[in-house]
T-cell receptor, first 116, second 113 residues
């Protein structure tokens, strides 16, 4: 079974600075998808960014980018020019691309605080 | 922009009662999911649903849970006899295809007393 690990329960960053959230995963599959979801205090799950494992290029979405290291099974999220609205719990998630299943497997989450 | 909606936003129930949580997925999506998140814990998969049947379920999704798509727009999760440990946030999600991104609703906060 696949597992996702986020080793940083909490992180903090100064407004306008850059922060990187870590995620590692364990899988024997070669085809899969990785995601970062954001959960603000409202507890809604909001997609931040998605990465297909077959793509070598790291995904970017405005101020959000990932560092995808397939061999190391690492998928970190970089937030540039941090804003107060970025404060939230961030979850890394894995989904198989090979099996008939479609479940998302989530990590434990990293609580990000943005200091003004 | 289309979004997944869920009702109610909050539900309080007595242990042993039945509850039905409702979701309206994004209209052109074909795959539907339920997840739950116990307070302070990670989000856990419950079940996925496609073509009017369960396509995958987790070990959490036991006989007290059921899902249904009663019409062309709603997708429901029923908990037959609630337990204290069912208290959690329940998220509905949908995706256009199996490999596509899952979009989440705002969640239903269920409290079992």
């Amino acid at each position: 079974a696949q597992t996702v690990t986020q080793s940083q329960p909490e992180m903090s960053v100064q407004e306008a600075e850059t922060v990187t959230l870590s995620c590692t995963y364990d899988t024997s599959e070669s085809d899969y998808y990785l995601f970062w979801y954001k959960q603000p205090p409202s507890r809604q799950m909001i997609l931040v960014i998605r990465q297909e494992a077959y793509k070598q290029q790291n995904a970017t979405e405005n101020r959000f980018s990932v560092n995808f290291q397939k061999a190391a099974k690492s998928f970190s999220l970089k937030i540039s020019d941090s804003q107060l609205g970025d404060a939230a719990m961030y979850f890394c998630a894995y989904r198989s691309g090979e099996t008939s299943g479609s479940r998302l497997t989530f990590g434990e989450g990293t609580q990000l605080t943005v200091n003004p | 922009e289309p979004e997944v909606t869920q009702t109610p936003s909050h539900q309080v129930t007595q242990m042993g009662q039945e509850v039905i949580l409702r979701c309206v997925p994004i209209s052109n999506h074909l795959y539907f999911y339920w997840y739950r998140q116990i307070l302070g814990q990670k989000v856990e998969f419950l079940v996925s649903f496609y073509n009017n049947e369960i396509s995958e379920k987790s070990e959490i999704f036991d006989d007290q849970f059921s899902v249904e798509r009663p019409d062309g727009s709603n997708f429901t999760l029923k908990i037959r006899s609630t337990k204290l440990e069912d208290s959690a946030m329940y998220f509905c999600a949908s995706s256009e295809r199996r490999i596509e991104t899952q979009y989440f609703g705002p969640g239903t906060r269920l409290l079992v007393l």
